[in-house]
């Protein structure tokens, strides 16, 4: 290789890395980071046609689909949160484990399973390099540089730059990931993992201001569990922290799409239902018939529904806490829609 | 003669400097850590440069406040972290910060170096120096100083672009850690009434309980509970509740002093930490006692206890504490006790 090639090819591959310095940081969500970095990999290694990025999840023995990135397409939804049990994909939950610096891989070797080959020809990946995404010494998650047409061994300079770059953004990723589990910790009830007070309310403001812009509707369903207390007072409190965590359970499984449930108080529970109209006595119905049908525990509820220009959070939760109360009164486990 | 290489070998050099730069600066979390390792690689990186310090910009207070600084020697001798400069005897700084672009330049040879800034050039041995706004999506946010010890003769333009390109590079990393400290601000609080939450209370409690032992003081702990505040829930409903719950908090920072932290410990119990206790803290209890029926109109209990010497674990002071709140509770409510 020439001098000029020579300095030509260092100076573009310092390009890439001041580049992807300024680009890494742009994003503090996960997916955000390892979208750029995939997309950095194709277009600073000529052969790649596709790069992926999975994250590493021990617990499930499994690879997650964080981002795909493919030369002429572009970034593709189509795999993402996708899940790979290792138990299909021994190579890469051989390549987590060992924290080697990267393998190669054929389409053509034998050491695949049939299905794993069809998946591969499905694909269309001919050859391509497995690298760990290594964070303070452990494997969080894996690259993969794929050639869709060649079977020829990849060029150690070619390896030893994805190795660099990927060394170079694990910490953008790891950033990320601190950031967005702090995020999760500080938006949710730390003892249900359903929104806390704040964050359900921050939620309703949202949904309230977006239902009013669209002209859509939106309801607010209080819960509140009958004799909550007595159940403390007898069993003890890990027995009341059970009992809360089963209901939140179920009014997480009633929750879908836009739907929101979070616990804002002791035994109070909330759920905002963008889209939710007429119906909203019904849903507090269902609400109250399947947590007793499912935990065996009686609640009560109480529904209210967004009026024309409602934009408080405050005041919609008010009616749907007034609904609530008039329910209780009425002889508790049952429901009441405010007027 | 080989080719000449179409990039001279200067810029290959910014490029590895930029590169060294990301990865030092991507390392933490934290604004401090972020901002020390930006004037190390600006000493390092720029070839000048023998010293950089960068300090944040109080605009409402007009000062500046120093945060970071590095050396060709290494860390700087002096204390560096809080010292703060008004800017009033700056004019051309704050008018530097308020534009947030381009630079200032200051050198002891220059005949129209005001009296002001020689002085400040001579106290810290520089014989140039030169600043830019740290500039955080279009608004400055601090200062950074670039000096040379050795040399009064201009900067050349090519230094200046590249400390500003570095600069501008660190922006980013200066504000995930913002963002993250924030968060963990915010993780440390309740979020229905900004105090601090069950964690962080404990957390907190443990680190004065050691304070207090290496200083000889006592800390003293308070749990309060408030009497029948589930009949407003109940009757109410728990928006007044919640309400009921946000007046107790503020009456407890209003009725504590400026040193002492309050935290709510989940439903309707809070705490309050009081470091460098003593004979007052009755007085004190007596205090919120009464502005929490006034302010929030509903009844509490409260129990005390005061650290011993021996004392670091926070769960046994809280216990002592627990007791004298359930004793206080059952003499009839809206009053205290005191753990011996």
């Not at chain 2, 950074?144 to 010890?149: G, L, Q, S």
Request: net charge negative.
């Amino acid at each position: 290789m020439s001098r000029f090639k020579q300095d030509d090819r260092d100076r573009r591959e310092l390009e890439v890395l001041h580049r992807l310095a300024l680009e890494l940081p742009r994003s503090l969500s996960v997916t955000g980071v390892t979208d750029t970095l995939a997309r950095e990999l194709v277009e600073a290694v000529d052969r790649a046609n596709e790069c992926t990025i999975s994250s590493w999840v021990p617990e499930h023995d499994a690879l997650d689909n964080l981002s795909v990135f493919e030369r002429g397409a572009g970034i593709t939804e189509k795999w993402r949160g996708h899940r790979y049990p290792l138990d299909d994909w021994p190579e890469s939950r051989a390549l987590m484990k060992e924290g080697v610096a990267h393998r190669e891989y054929r389409v053509d070797t034998p050491e695949w399973s049939d299905e794993v080959r069809a998946q591969l020809e499905d694909w269309a990946w001919s050859s391509w390099i497995g690298l760990p995404l290594v964070v303070e010494g452990h494997s969080v998650g894996l690259i993969e540089l794929v050639d869709y047409a060649s079977l020829a061994r990849w060029s150690p300079r070619d390896v030893a730059f994805a190795q660099t770059i990927a060394s170079q953004a694990a910490m953008a990723v790891r950033n990320a990931q601190l950031y967005e589990n702090l995020r999760t910790q500080v938006l949710s009830d730390a003892l249900t993992g359903l929104l806390n007070h704040r964050a359900f309310y921050e939620r309703v403001e949202a949904e309230l201001a977006q239902a009013q812009r669209a002209g859509g509707e939106l309801a607010v369903i209080a819960v509140d569990v009958d004799n909550f207390k007595s159940v403390n007072d007898r069993d003890g409190h890990i027995a009341g922290d059970r009992l809360l965590r089963r209901v939140a359970e179920v009014l997480r499984a009633l929750c879908r799409g836009t739907d929101a449930a979070g616990r804002v108080g002791g035994d109070e529970f909330l759920l905002v239902m963008p889209g939710l109209g007429a119906e909203a006595g019904a849903v507090a119905e269902r609400v109250v018939d399947q947590t007793f049908a499912r935990t065996g525990v009686r609640v009560s509820a109480g529904a209210a529904c967004m009026k024309q220009g409602e934009l408080d959070a405050a005041s919609l939760i008010d009616r749907a806490d007034a609904a609530l109360l008039a329910a209780k009164a009425a002889g508790k486990g049952t429901f009441r829609l405010s007027a | 003669m080989p080719v000449r290489p179409r990039t001279p070998e200067r810029d290959r050099r910014e490029l590895e400097v930029l590169h060294r730069v990301a990865v030092a600066l991507s390392q933490s979390l934290s604004t401090s850590e972020v901002l020390n390792a930006l004037t190390r690689e600006l000493v390092f990186g720029v070839d000048r440069a023998c010293e950089c310090a960068i300090s944040l910009w109080d605009e409402q207070r007009d000062l500046l406040i120093d945060a970071a600084a590095y050396t060709i020697h290494g860390e700087p001798a002096w204390p560096r972290g809080q010292v703060e400069n008004p800017l009033a005897e700056y004019p051309a700084t704050r008018a530097l910060l308020t534009r947030g672009r381009g630079w200032g330049e200051y050198r002891l040879s220059d005949p129209d170096l005001t009296a002001n800034d020689r002085d400040v050039l001579e106290l810290w041995g520089w014989k140039a120096m030169i600043e830019l706004p740290l500039v955080l999506e279009g608004r400055s946010v601090g200062l950074i100083e670039v000096a040379d010890y050795r040399s009064s003769r201009r900067w050349s333009a090519r230094d200046i672009a590249f400390c500003q390109t570095i600069a501008s590079q660190a922006a980013m990393a200066v504000r995930n850690a913002q963002l993250y400290e924030d968060l963990q601000r915010r993780a440390d609080r309740d979020s229905l009434t900004g105090l601090l939450n069950h964690r962080a209370f404990y957390e907190r409690l443990g680190q004065e309980l050691s304070r207090a032992q290496r200083e000889g003081t006592q800390v003293g702990v308070m749990t309060l509970d408030l009497d029948d505040f589930k009949s407003i829930n109940d009757t109410r409903g728990h928006l007044a509740g919640d309400r009921t719950l946000a007046l107790v908090a503020e009456a407890l920072r209003e009725g504590s002093r400026d040193s002492d932290v309050a935290g709510r410990l989940g439903g309707d119990e809070f705490a309050l930490i009081l470091p460098s206790i003593g004979e007052d803290i009755e007085l004190i209890a007596r205090r919120l006692l009464a502005s929490i029926t006034s302010s929030a109109g509903v009844g509490a209990s409260l129990g005390i206890a005061v650290s011993q010497e021996t004392d670091r674990d926070p769960l046994l002071v809280m216990a002592r504490a627990d007791r004298s709140l359930l004793e206080a509770k059952r003499s009839g409510k809206k009053t205290y006790r005191i753990s011996a």
